[in-house]
């Protein structure tokens, strides 16, 4: 398993301690590297 994997029950268990903004403020975040990485592959 490569490191960008993430252990889902792990992630699962993150997610519910999070309230509604921690939770849209994490996600937002994580679009952005989505798109960072988008950005960078289309480029080479």
């Not at 993150?14 to 480029?43: A, F, I, R, T």
Request: glycine share 2%; no cysteine.
């Amino acid at each position: 398993m490569n490191e960008n994997n993430i252990d889902m029950s792990k992630l699962m268990q993150m997610l519910s301690k999070m309230d509604k903004s921690q939770l849209e403020k994490g996600l937002n975040q994580v679009q952005q590297m989505l798109n960072n990485n988008n950005n960078n592959n289309n480029k080479k």
